[in-house]
């Protein structure tokens, strides 16, 4: 068992633990909202999706962004997923993130989305 994201206690007053599967899903979801330069020890960890919620909508900016984020995915997360899509998309202040991937341990298929609001 893995510890749960994001930390807590469970029912029995011990950290909470998840499954393999949710703990891949928390761990892309951590890689996607984190941003370069915020962990001290991994500067290059994270994927800057965020500044898109504060950015000026535009194709080019989202393109970058899904392609700097499919780079972290495939970097960080490469040996326990196969990435096989991933859509980032942004309206108003909301930002979505739809990721389709593969674990490699079980050959499961998954579809993942992460919605953050300024």
Do not use: K, W
């Not at 892309?28 to 500067?43: D, S, Y």
């Amino acid at each position: 068992m893995n510890i749960d994201f994001p930390f807590r206690i469970d029912a029995c007053g011990r950290t909470a633990a998840t499954g393999d599967a949710d703990h891949i899903r928390d761990m892309i979801e951590q890689l996607l909202f984190t941003a370069p330069g915020e962990r001290v020890n991994r500067p290059d960890f994270g994927s800057g999706l965020l500044q898109m919620v504060f950015a000026p909508n535009s194709a080019e900016l989202a393109a970058a962004l899904q392609f700097t984020a499919q780079a972290a995915l495939q970097r960080y997360l490469g040996e326990l997923i196969d990435l096989q899509q991933l859509t980032v998309s942004a309206e108003d202040a909301t930002l979505t993130v739809v990721v389709n991937y593969v674990i490699h341990a079980t050959q499961q298929p998954a579809t993942q989305t992460f919605v953050r609001s300024a």
